[in-house]
């Protein structure tokens, strides 16, 4: 991930829509992509990862999508909730290092009843 | 449960006294680190582990040890603490780094005055 400045983006939508969050890697040779979910209060939380031979994975109500010609990771979140109002960071690395996560500085998710 | 326990969740100290937040993982997970996140900087390594008695530095080692006697727990040390370092600590495991995602725990807010 790479870091976006002193503010998240926040990304406000109603309950019920889809969302999509995005997130751009600078390592070309990143092989292994996460996803995860910070609430208040709390530690990032796994969601979903994908790796690099995949350009798509689905989870339960959650999308990945990677293009790796552009180094660019979504995050798709169908029927949001407000249970899913959280912070949400993309994370990568080369799988053959040490698990150095390159972290993104995060989005933030609101979701208005 | 499969989790990651910090203690404590929050410390107020003052400069100088050293201090110790414990971490300890029940899956008997060969990868830990510790993180520190800060507005606007976003989640950075401070010292990670591959496995019993093997550590090595982050990228924002300096004025913080750990240790690794036992697979299951990974301590932060602070000798002597400075108002820099007062932060969000995160302790995480993977069970074997590389391409395994990290499970978090809760944090530690730390306040040093």
């Known amino acids: 991930g790479e870091s976006v400045g002193l503010h998240l983006p926040t990304l406000s939508v109603q309950e019920g829509d889809n969302s999509i969050i995005n997130c751009a890697y600078s390592?070309?040779?990143?092989?292994?992509f996460i996803w995860y979910k910070q609430e208040s209060g709390k530690g990032p939380q796994f969601i979903i990862d994908i790796r690099s031979n995949m350009d798509k994975r689905q989870g339960q109500r959650v999308t990945v999508l990677l293009n790796k010609t552009v180094k660019h990771l979504s995050l798709q979140i169908a029927a949001t909730q407000p249970g899913d109002s959280a912070v949400y960071f993309c994370a990568d690395t080369f799988s053959g290092g040490y698990n150095k996560l390159i972290f993104g500085a995060g989005t933030r998710l609101a979701v208005h009843p | 449960e499969a989790q990651v326990t910090q203690n404590p969740r929050y410390l107020i100290t003052v400069t100088g006294k050293k201090l110790t937040v414990t971490c300890s993982q029940n899956?008997?997970?060969?990868?830990m680190s510790w993180y520190r996140q800060d507005p606007g900087l976003g989640l950075r390594q401070i010292y990670y582990?591959?496995?019993?008695?093997?550590?090595d530095k982050g990228d924002v080692p300096e004025g913080y040890k750990v240790s690794r006697k036992e697979k299951r727990n990974f301590p932060l040390i602070l000798e002597s603490p400075s108002p820099n370092q007062t932060s969000l600590y995160f302790c995480a495991s993977s069970l074997t780094g590389g391409d395994s995602p990290l499970h978090f725990g809760n944090g530690t807010r730390l306040t040093v005055t």
């Open positions: 899956m008997n997970h060969e990868y």
């Open positions: 390592n070309s040779a990143s092989d292994y």
């Open positions: 582990s591959m496995n019993v008695e093997v550590t």
